[in-house]
């Protein structure tokens, strides 16, 4: 899509040499979505890509993702074997069921604060405790929790001139049991409802719903729950208007879906 209205698109070079942000701005990463889709609104695009941040970064606290590292680049990634979790981000890269022109544009950052119900980085992110790095504007930053970053369908919690930098995940929830559950309407279609289910070394076990839902939902149990409590407690978290309607899935067939899924990670991590 030519987007007609941008008469100027900005190619910062160091981080500090970002430029003031003003009505009409957007930053470009990815771009995937951006040309899309016409943005009548736009007059300047601040191309990130020669910032030049690291894709990622492995340190013993854990792993910490670039904004601007595409999702092709995080599918490569050759993470320590003692970090179980590992196979996680391959099942959610593969949920983003796209050509490899997208995997190789799209970005982490992107799929975040696109703020879709079906980012699977969102879903891979919030179930391994990732929290994020935001820049704000004129300097400084502040971290949220992916859970509170994402706050429903294209809603973020960046503010105007904000900019994602990075998500950390700690190395104790890259250290968990994984299950991963995904279903859609079509072999090939947009993901209707993901499930993520961790368990740690105490026993301790969280589920997190996403595509399913508005906006994704962690449940944490001091222990793997047994069945009929693991269903109440997700139905009491995840009330009727929270159950996300579009074309991919009605609420109702996405609740029922997602219990099914949930008892199906359940009892793979109770083995």
Request: hydrophobic fraction near 45%.
């Amino acid at each position: 899509m030519d987007l007609n209205g941008v008469t100027s698109v900005i190619t910062p070079g160091p981080a500090d040499a970002l430029p003031d942000w003003q009505a009409g701005d957007a930053w470009l990463a990815g771009g995937t979505w951006l040309f899309s889709q016409p943005q009548p609104q736009l007059g300047r695009l601040i191309d990130l890509a020669g910032l030049g941040w690291p894709t990622h970064a492995v340190s013993d606290s854990g792993l910490t993702l670039s904004a601007t590292g595409t999702i092709a680049e995080l599918d490569r990634l050759d993470l320590p074997p003692a970090w179980v979790a590992s196979p996680l981000v391959g099942q959610c890269c593969r949920a983003l069921l796209g050509s490899f022109k997208i995997w190789n544009t799209a970005t982490v950052g992107g799929n975040l604060c696109m703020a879709l119900p079906a980012g699977p980085i969102i879903a891979l992110t919030a179930a391994l405790d990732g929290v994020c790095t935001i820049r704000m504007r004129g300097g400084g930053e502040r971290h949220l929790a992916v859970p509170d970053f994402v706050l429903g369908p294209e809603r973020t919690a960046l503010q105007p001139g904000e900019l994602l930098r990075s998500v950390a995940l700690p190395v104790a929830a890259l250290c968990r049991r994984t299950a991963f559950r995904r279903i859609s309407l079509s072999p090939n279609g947009r993901s209707g409802a993901l499930l993520i289910g961790t368990r740690d070394g105490a026993g301790a076990f969280v589920l997190t719903v996403t595509a399913a839902t508005r906006r994704p939902v962690r449940i944490a149990f001091d222990a793997v729950p047994d069945a009929q409590a693991l269903r109440e407690r997700i139905l009491a978290a995840i009330r009727d208007p929270d159950w996300y309607d579009d074309v991919h899935g009605t609420p109702d067939w996405r609740r029922h879906v997602s219990l099914f899924l949930a008892e199906d990670i359940r009892q793979e991590l109770t083995r």
